[in-house]
């Protein structure tokens, strides 16, 4: 699956037809409310302008022979709330989207702020198509008050993954430090290998830091952040083999 952020139907066809064969979905984004999405009229920026969003997904459903899906985020009140919602459910789903994933925040909220997952409720009982709930779910409670409140049967988690490793095996033991550390090591060769920028590859680092700090010495920590390149960062982190992607970007010189 791969997700792009698109403003037009035009450059959004482009590049799905581009990777069509490469994967075996595609997810539009119309839920990220950081300025790198907003200033180019994409993420959250998507839920304002239906007739546009409309345009992209159809085009891109029609030009291609994976799903496509889309994820967003819910309607404040004085946006529309669950009306908004549901119109935009129903023009995702005339629109050809196979799922839509959402995130029960508001488009402005930080990722402190508190979830609605009840507010999925009335989405899924009107959804013909799968409705993935998003937002919070940490733990595995998290996941049954969720799929309770919402009845959701479909999750998606960022943090909460990202902070514990075994979530997806309850009652196993808790991650040891050796755990963590795979883990990072993992992370970090994952995002070199999807051919991240390494500002990307940082962000993604930073929050699989947090938590387990105390696996990565301080110094180690601060030198990571003035990496230039992955295999720099990966030195510095002492992580080996280097993938190939790494490799590639030392032969071409990238910066
Ligand atoms: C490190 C990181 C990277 C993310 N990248 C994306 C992304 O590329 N596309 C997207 O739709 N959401 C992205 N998100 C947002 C999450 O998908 C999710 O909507 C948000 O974090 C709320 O879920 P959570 O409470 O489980 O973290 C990212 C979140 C984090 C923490």
Excluded: W
Aim: charged content about 25%.
């Amino acid at each position: 699956m791969l997700q792009i952020g698109s403003s037009d139907d035009v450059s959004a066809v482009k590049a799905v037809t581009l990777l069509e064969r490469d994967v075996s979905a595609f997810d539009l984004n119309c839920g990220c409310n950081m300025a790198f999405s907003t200033k180019g009229d994409m993420g959250i920026k998507r839920m304002f302008d239906l007739e546009k969003t409309s345009a992209i997904l159809k085009a891109m459903a029609r030009n291609v022979n994976v799903p496509v899906t889309v994820k967003t985020r819910i309607y404040g009140e004085d946006q529309g709330g669950l009306t908004k919602d549901l119109e935009f459910l129903r023009m995702a789903e005339l629109a050809g989207c196979k799922a839509i994933a959402l995130h029960a925040r508001f488009p402005d909220n930080a990722r402190s702020a508190p979830t609605h997952h009840d507010r999925l409720k009335a989405i899924v009982e009107a959804a013909s198509i799968p409705v993935i709930a998003n937002g919070g779910l940490m733990t595995e409670d998290d996941i049954t008050q969720c799929r309770e409140a919402s009845g959701c049967t479909s999750f998606m988690l960022a943090r909460g993954a990202f902070s514990n490793v075994t979530l997806f095996n309850p009652g196993g033991s808790p991650p040891t430090p050796a755990d963590d550390l795979r883990y990072l090591e993992r992370l970090f060769h994952n995002s070199a290998d999807c051919g991240l920028c390494i500002m990307n590859t940082r962000f993604n680092m930073n929050f699989g830091l947090r938590g387990r700090k105390s696996v990565v010495p301080k110094d180690v920590r601060e030198a990571m952040q003035r990496a230039k390149t992955h295999t720099e960062m990966g030195k510095i982190l002492g992580f080996t083999p280097r993938t190939e992607s790494e490799e590639l970007e030392e032969k071409r010189g990238v910066p």
